[in-house]
């Protein structure tokens, strides 16, 4: 039901706080600021830890080489600091590095520098120095790392060679060895005439088996994870059951991602492809080799075909079968009786600075490789193995062994040392050494919550701050509770964060178009009528749905991104508001209704310069130019019953269109996978969805038209817009550092986007963090909270009143 881009699913970690009782502490020791936090798994490892609530039980301890501003810049100089302004207000930002990124495209090789402050202590006492930051990076990229971060996957010069022990000769021999047996096929009968050995052949097979087992496992932790909140109310287990049954944890895995159905009252579950039946009364559940079975069967043992749609953090599963053959064949060459004992791409260049050297420029692999927090290597490795000097990096090679062993206790430069995870509360203390400052208040706690305790908690006095779901429910809630009727008053304080995301209705521009030109003006006059129709719409379904968790966008693109076009910028514009002549459509005076008509009015300007035949007796639009419709069909995945956002937006504009003869049909299916099969096939004219959006605006993979549906690419760019400008822009774009730079080529890529019309933007929603406006100093708060600065920001200043 629920695939990797589903729409809306822009699942919100609920952090839920409950102070612990006054009993529980002795006359005269201060209380500690509590908060609440989800299921936790014990994984708090900078290196290991998989969920956010994991992730954010860490941070605490650690401290990142990389800063970012509000708006998710990079502060390149966060040493003596940068002051940059958000919302018209200063601010300045320091962290433990200054940061360099510098491309040169004569050799296409991208160095990327890190220059620690001097001075910075782990709250043991022990300086922070490079040694540590490459100890990081040994960890991460030794070939035995298991955890979620994907710094391997960038074009780190040498790495490929250190992580299979093979040189790139004898990399490319198995490498190409791999690619003659996947040619071969699974079915092929080994002979000696091969050039592989037997031994060779059924390990490769294991390997592409393996690799997609991994893949789907990972498909039921991203279930359990990211998309928790959908468990219960898709699945009909409560996560937590979920989670304490594996089997249940699978079946919820094949649920939501279309590979089954579950029955919660009568406990029997039916895989979608094999139709194989479970009683779970009767202690029957399917295993994760059932799940990997299904897949098989439902992309006929194409692994490539299974990773390029179901993957959930789109994994190459076929080229991590690769690599396990090169690493399995390639150190045993006889040509590499001498190893590779480091990674050429990383390089000491003094106590402080380090450099990291990749082939080629990628815009977002800064965020992975500079954004590492620095482990100390005293602590997760063993000092008494590291030499820089001889090829030593504090672990031995493939066993991280002991960094694992200190999984469930972190340690590191952040402002709070962890002292324990007891009863499902984990207990800080203030860690004196902080670079910048010990925190004012000693004692910090996470305590394992239910979320609906957040709001009630805050009005019996036990939870100081909690991050919430953006609800209208919720923002009522806390309106009913505060005197003056408003979301911060004398009970809670809230601060609005809009998510990380946005929403959006999409338009497929070979599917409407005239003339099968999806480019030509009469086919964006087309599409900018519909567009003109919704956009007009937008700010009264959102508002009912939504209330002031959420607002209407104007571009394609997350307000949180730095790269978002600013309402006070000189060229910013309102979507879709001016006429085919290029006159604004609307005055401020004017009545909502009066909009209506002057959105339908401008509408059939457009139609009527994309060459419809418009008859003035009638208002009605009789004929569509060769290659358009007068019926056009928009999918929006609303369970069947019309509860999406965007519902009344698609609903009016149907209504206004009918008015002037052109059809909207509306297809809201149950199952959502509807809409991105039809996607997949090529086959969307008009839909509804959402985008989840990663730090980097970088817009290739939506927009770029190498990707468009058919052309050889990743089939991302389901937009089918196909624009060399927009092309050289987005690729520009990603081989420059230079943020000003970037920001000003994206405004030109998105208005093109725009004139385009295969893209209304419709909403930025939004969550909320709430604190105790009784019992927390809100002043002492970090002001101004977004999504790239949270509330723990400046955790070292928080107080209690």
Request: with cysteine; aromatic share 12%; glycine share 8%.
């Amino acid at each position: 039901m629920i695939k990797k881009s589903c729409a809306l699913l822009l699942t919100i970690a609920m952090l839920v706080a409950v102070a612990i009782p006054m009993a529980a502490f002795a006359v005269g020791e201060e209380m500690p600021i509590v908060s609440g936090i989800d299921t936790l798994s014990e994984k708090f490892s900078p290196f290991f830890a998989q969920s956010g609530y994991d992730v954010d039980v860490t941070s605490l301890t650690q401290e990142a080489l990389m800063t970012l501003d509000r708006s998710g810049g990079i502060v390149y100089n966060a040493i003596d600091g940068e002051t940059r302004s958000y919302n018209g207000v200063d601010y300045t930002y320091t962290g433990i590095a200054d940061l360099t990124v510098d491309y040169d495209e004569a050799a296409d090789i991208t160095t990327y520098t890190a220059k620690l402050k001097k001075g910075v202590q782990y709250s043991d006492g022990v300086e922070m120095t490079v040694d540590d930051l490459i100890f990081t990076y040994y960890v991460y990229l030794d070939p035995s790392y298991t955890g979620s971060t994907q710094l391997a996957s960038y074009n780190i010069i040498g790495v490929a060679d250190y992580r299979t022990q093979t040189t790139a000769d004898v990399y490319a021999k198995y490498a190409d060895m791999g690619v003659a047996l996947y040619g071969a096929g699974k079915d092929h009968v080994w002979s000696a005439d091969d050039a592989w050995t037997e031994e060779q052949q059924a390990a490769f097979w294991q390997g592409v088996e393996d690799a997609w087992k991994v893949d789907v496992g990972k498909i039921v932790t991203t279930c359990l994870t990211k998309y928790s909140a959908y468990v219960e109310p898709y699945v009909g287990v409560t996560l937590d059951e979920a989670l304490a049954n594996d089997g249940l944890g699978v079946i919820a895995g094949m649920v939501l991602w279309g590979f089954g159905d579950f029955d919660a009252e009568t406990g029997v579950f039916t895989a979608a492809v094999t139709g194989n039946v479970y009683d779970t009364t009767a202690g029957e559940y399917p295993l994760l080799d059932d799940y990997y079975n299904e897949t098989v069967l439902a992309y006929e043992d194409d692994v490539v075909a299974y990773a390029s749609v179901e993957s959930p953090d789109e994994t190459d599963v076929l080229g991590e079968a690769y690599n396990a053959f090169i690493a399995a064949f390639g150190p045993k060459d006889e040509a590499m009786s001498g190893g590779i004992p480091n990674i050429s791409g990383i390089k000491k260049i003094d106590d402080y600075t380090v450099e990291v050297r990749t082939t080629g420029y990628e815009a977002p692999a800064v965020y992975s490789i500079l954004g590492l927090e620095v482990a100390p290597m005293h602590y997760y490795g063993d000092a008494a193995m590291y030499d820089y000097e001889n090829d030593m990096f504090g672990f031995p090679f493939g066993d991280l062994t002991m960094v694992q062993s200190k999984t469930t206790m972190p340690m590191g430069a952040g402002p709070y040392k962890f002292v324990k995870y007891e009863n499902r509360v984990v207990y800080y203390e203030a860690n004196d050494l902080y670079y910048k400052g010990a925190p004012l208040t000693k004692y910090f706690q996470f305590k394992e919550t239910n979320s609906a305790d957040v709001i009630p908690g805050i009005t019996t006095a036990t939870i100081d701050a909690s991050e919430l779901n953006g609800t209208k429910t919720n923002f009522e809630s806390i309106m009913a509770l505060n005197s003056n009727g408003e979301i911060t008053g004398d009970v809670i304080t809230t601060s609005k964060v809009d998510n990380r995301g946005y929403g959006y209705i999409g338009i497929n521009a070979v599917n409407v178009s005239v003339g099968g030109e999806a480019g030509s003006e009469a086919s964006k006059n087309l599409r900018k009528a519909l567009a003109t129709v919704f956009s007009i719409h937008r700010a009264t379904a959102y508002d009912s749905y939504y209330g002031e968790a959420a607002a209407v966008i104007q571009y394609p693109i997350s307000n949180t991104s730095w790269a978002a076009p600013q309402p006070t910028d000189p060229d910013f514009k309102v979507a879709f508001s001016v006429d085919v002549n290029g006159n604004d459509i609307y005055t401020a005076d004017m009545t909502p209704d009066e909009t209506y008509a002057a959105a339908l009015e401008a509408a059939k300007g457009y139609l009527i310069a994309a060459g419809y035949t418009y008859d003035e007796a009638t208002g009605m639009f009789t004929a569509a130019p060769e290659g358009a419709k007068l019926s056009y069909e928009c999918i929006i995945p609303g369970d069947g019953l019309g509860d999406h956002p965007s519902f009344a937006v698609v609903t009016s504009a149907q209504a206004a269109l009918a008015t002037i003869g052109i059809e909207l049909v509306i297809n809201d299916p149950a199952d959502s996978n509807v809409l991105w099969d039809t996607l997949d096939a090529g086959e969307g004219q008009l839909w509804c969805a959402a985008w989840q959006t990663t730090v980097d605006p970088d817009m290739y993979q939506i927009y770029h038209g190498s990707n468009a549906l058919g052309m050889g690419g990743a089939d991302s760019n389901r937009y089918m817009i196909m624009d060399d400008e927009l092309d050289t822009l987005i690729v520009d774009a990603r081989k420059s550092d230079d943020q000003a730079y970037r920001k000003a080529l994206y405004k030109q890529a998105l208005d093109i986007v725009v004139d385009w019309a295969v893209e209304i933007p419709a909403y930025q929603r939004q969550n909320c963090v709430v604190f105790s406006t009784e019992r927390l100093d809100i002043d002492s708060i970090t002001p101004a909270i977004t999504t790239y600065w949270g509330w723990l920001q400046d955790i070292e200043v928080l107080k209690v009143k």
